[in-house]
């Protein structure tokens, strides 16, 4: 390491310490009404680097309420205006880049070099991007049935947002829900995730020195004791979440006696096909890619069912093994990191729990992978290595279960249609993606997988500009993009506008 690197490491524990404590109301970081607090745990460690306060219903109803007086004043800023201020936001948090992406390092355990730089990046992107399209909050006007009669919808702010924010891609998440509902009138409350909320409260800190007082609020806590409450709201006219499966259906729950319109983004078990015109030049590092071994497996559209044609079987095998041992796992704060560690010892003793049945199953090989390091540095914290495994059958947990870690299977197939039924074989319909050079093959994949997010030649994260979410179990609606902002952020009003008595002849 060197100085100016230590210097950047010791700033953002400074700044965790700094921000230790405090929810954002109101403008302004602020203790919080509950006493409890809850630890915040660096995993490449398990160094304490702050706490955030346990928040309840109590600290929940001050946000809302903030939110809900700022909203009076910020649905009727010209929606333009809004978007200025939020593009003012985005050249704050550029200039303090760094420092955000060593915090969401610290937080998160990802490697600072290839995800907390450049999610900090995209955050930043996604942030401009909603404040251009701020002027694009257009409704639509609609033929009359008579000429004086003048017809047309205008588009109009829902009101005080929730937002339930994971851990594994804290940053992005938190614009993601943040810049459009802000762009469109809205305000906003977001929970942040347990395991890494600091990173997002230094991100809100900053927007709001552009912002007015009260749009953007932060709470933090856990999941029942905060994000429940904040659901449950009455003056919560809109949440949006993102995290697993279970949880996405019980907010649905929480939400349905008072009809507020819910966007769920959740898990996959994503399948990769692998055809055998494959291109293996790019499906092998594709396929490294796509199954985000460098943020440890932990991604929603994470590729960990890879299909690959019997005839190249081996090949694949062999090329994908051989990159892998090439994948640096180290110091999430180290440039020449290329894999961090895993969030958690609870997300961490998962993976293991999946490898434990992997090892128990007939049949099953460890490719690559699948041993906890031993180097002392690494021993001390979730470090996992990347881990192929195959030999396991399609209804084996591993290959059913979405583990969120390091892990990925391969399954030989020599048939399409049988690899597309065992492709959707899933409850989970979020991301999926092909590797040929055939256009027509390629064609028939998008014609029949069942996803939200389906690639052709690449594995692709998912980016701003692009609608993302799920099917099925996945999710319900789409964010990152424009349409996005416009459905699920704002609502619709319809107009008829009759003169009544004829214009006055002039
Ligand atoms: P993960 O397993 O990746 O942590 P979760 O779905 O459990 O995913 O968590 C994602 C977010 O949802 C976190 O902010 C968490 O605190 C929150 N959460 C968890 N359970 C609930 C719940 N019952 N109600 C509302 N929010 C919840």
Request: overall charge negative.
């Amino acid at each position: 390491m060197n100085n100016t690197t230590i210097d950047w490491n010791q700033k953002a524990r400074d700044t965790a310490t700094r921000l230790s404590g405090k929810i954002l109301i109101d403008g302004q970081l602020t203790d919080a009404l509950c006493r409890d607090t809850i630890d915040v745990i660096h995993p490449g460690d398990i160094s304490n680097i702050g706490h955030v306060p346990r928040c309840n219903e109590a600290d929940v109803d001050r946000a809302v309420n903030s939110a809900q007086q700022a909203f009076s004043s910020w649905r009727n800023v010209a929606a333009r205006e809004r978007g200025r201020q939020l593009q003012l936001a985005a050249d704050q948090l550029e200039i303090e880049k760094e420092l955000i992406a060593r915090l969401c390092s610290l937080d998160t355990g990802n490697a600072i070099r290839t995800q907390s730089r450049p999610e900090t990046a995209s955050t930043i992107d996604l942030t401009r991007m909603f404040g251009g399209l701020a002027s694009e909050l257009k409704g639509e006007t609609v033929p009359s049935a008579s000429a004086n009669v003048l017809q047309f919808s205008i588009r109009e702010p829902i009101g005080v947002v929730g937002g339930i924010i994971p851990w594994n891609a804290p940053l992005f998440l938190f614009v993601a829900k943040v810049a459009p509902a802000l762009a469109a009138g809205n305000t906003v409350v977001i929970k942040t995730a347990e395991q890494a909320p600091l990173c997002v409260l230094l991100v809100a800190e900053i927007m709001n020195r552009e912002l007015p007082p009260g749009v953007l609020n932060i709470v933090s806590g856990y999941g029942e004791e905060c994000g429940k409450p904040l659901c449950e709201h009455p003056l919560v006219r809109k949440v949006t979440f993102t995290g697993s499966m279970p949880v996405g259906c019980a907010i649905a729950g929480y939400v349905a006696s008072k009809l507020c319109p819910v966007t769920l983004e959740l898990g996959g078990k994503n399948p990769a096909i692998i055809m055998p015109d494959a291109d293996l030049d790019l499906a092998i590092p594709g396929i490294i890619d796509g199954m985000r071994y460098t943020r440890q497996g932990q991604a929603c559209t994470a590729a960990t069912r890879v299909f690959v044609h019997r005839d190249l079987y081996d090949q694949v095998v062999e090329g994908v093994v051989t990159s892998l041992a090439k994948l640096k796992l180290g110091d999430p704060l180290d440039d020449e990191t290329d894999m961090g560690c895993i969030i958690s010892e609870e997300q961490l003793n998962r993976t293991l729990h999946y490898m434990e049945i992997a090892r128990n199953t007939e049949g099953a090989r460890i490719l690559f992978g699948g041993e906890r390091p031993t180097e002392p540095l690494l021993a001390k914290g979730y470090y996992y290595p990347p881990t192929l495994l195959d030999g396991l059958q399609l209804d084996n947990d591993v290959c059913r279960d979405e583990i969120f870690g390091p892990v990925a299977t391969l399954l030989p197939f020599t048939d399409f249609n049988s690899v597309i039924s065992d492709a959707n074989d899933t409850e989970f319909g979020l991301a999926a993606n092909l590797w040929t050079r055939d256009l027509a093959r390629a064609m028939a994949f998008v014609n029949q997988i069942e996803a939200g997010f389906v690639q052709v030649n690449q594995c692709a994260a998912p980016r701003s500009n692009v609608s993302y979410g799920g099917i099925k179990m996945s999710g319900l609606g789409k964010e990152y993009a424009l349409d996005s902002m416009l459905n699920h952020f704002t609502q619709s009003k319809t107009v008829m506008i009759n003169p009544g008595t004829p214009a006055a002849s002039v």
